[in-house]
């Protein structure tokens, strides 16, 4: 867990900002800690933050993760290690230090709470249970199913955790039951090539999970999170005609109905919502 944050910095302007963020409230969670070099040994509960390229190329060989300060007075970093870069002392927020710790370490993050789920970045633990609620009656019969072979699911899942996470900052996500810790389905927001305008809202409940709320619960938050978080205003779900339950849901979420979509020369339904903000 996140815990410590080094940083070091020519420019006293950066060291006098970073006395300010430090002191809002979402950081009081984590330790400032002003650390020229050399850095000390490897702290698995610490990144580094510099605007001297030479500082995080080290902390990078002490195997810390390293967000490099940019900005038009500074130098630009040349080196293809350092992979995180801020041009703003403003872009250095709680979420965002939580998410170069996860991605340096290679762990889900969690996304959003509610008041009965977790929801997080899906993990390769989690396919067993994946394939355990894909296969419930009735699961598959309006969203494609996953692999037969599960090599090939875990060759996907592995492949779209290190892209689609990190390039698009959203997916499809794990939901977690808060009481029990079980994975309990999934959801999330999605790019389609067969509809570049949009992006899309799915959900997945496992059978035995279905008609408590769980859907609803989720994909508010989720909405909720898009536009807020993710800047999002419109986002789009094409359900089957024969899905009563997600266009009931759908409806319910205030998404509004509009025509016809084909994919995979099958007819489905077009549901859409968009931010009224301002109106």
Known sequence: MLQTVYYDFLDQNKTDEMMRIKELPEMKKFHFIHQAMPLPEQNRNAVCLSDQEKYCLEAIRCGYPVIFSEDHQSEASTSMEIRYVIMSMDALSKNYLEEVYARFYKEPLIILVTNRCIIRETCLEDLDRLYEIYSGEGMTDFLEPLFEEHEMEKTYLQSY?????????????????????????????EY????????????????????????????????????????????????????NASIKLCKKLGFAERGYFLRDGIQLCKYEWKQNRGM
């Open 161 to 189: 955790i290190e892209h689609v996470y990190t390039y698009y900052g959203y997916g499809m996500w794990s939901i977690l039951e808060k009481e029990s810790g079980n994975v309990i389905g999934r959801a999330g927001i």
């Open 192 to 243: 389609k090539e067969d509809e570049p305008d949009s992006l899309e809202l799915g959900y997945l409940i496992d059978k035995s999970y279905q008609k408590k709320g769980y859907a609803t619960e989720v994909c508010s938050a989720i909405i909720k999170y898009a536009d807020e978080h993710l800047q999002i205003t419109k986002l789009c779900s094409y359900i089957h005609p024969e899905n």
